[in-house]
């Protein structure tokens, strides 16, 4: 049985959700998991750390940003993985292939990979319901209720799954 820290950032809670799912499964797997908010946590006592954001047009959140690079040297010498959750509304077939640029913050990505990052994976995100600007309200207003929660929660737990398995093994 593994410790399991899953740090997150989130603004509307959508991302916040995301790490409780992936925490409950790996504690229906017989790891002890807990998910905390990035900027309150530290993965000293873990076995090894789920770190996930909220991403806004290709950046993470302050919160998971200050975390992978406060927690570098512990993160460096454990088991972990990342997480990006936010694309939403309907997805674009004919989009050219550097479009995703967006959807992943490649700076983040890149100093997890140097720390030894096991899997970054994005999720589908959700709409926030309680907009608190005209930018949030437009995109409420503006995307169709179809693709306004794109978290697609068997996805999510599979991914856990795999982070269970590999902790045991």
Request: charged share 30%; net charge negative.
């Amino acid at each position: 049985m593994a410790r399991v820290l899953v740090a997150y950032a989130t603004k509307h809670q959508s991302t916040a959700e995301i790490a409780q799912a992936i925490a409950g499964e790996l504690r229906a797997r017989g790891h002890a998991a807990e998910a905390a908010e990035a900027g309150h946590a530290t993965a000293d006592g873990f076995d090894a750390v789920v770190l996930g954001s909220a991403t806004y047009a290709g950046r993470w959140r302050r919160e998971a940003r200050h975390f992978l690079s406060h927690e570098r040297d512990r993160l460096a010498k454990m088991l972990f993985w990342v997480f990006s959750s936010g694309p939403i509304g309907e997805p674009k077939p004919d989009a050219p292939p550097d479009d995703d640029k967006w959807l992943e913050p490649r700076k983040v990505i890149e100093q997890a990979e140097a720390l030894g990052v096991r899997e970054h994976v994005v999720f589908g995100g959700r709409v926030p319901q309680d907009p608190g600007n005209f930018v949030e309200r437009a995109m409420l207003q503006n995307t169709p209720e179809d693709y306004q929660d794109l978290r697609d929660w068997d996805e999510i737990r599979a991914w856990a799954g795999r982070i269970a398995e590999a902790l045991t093994t």
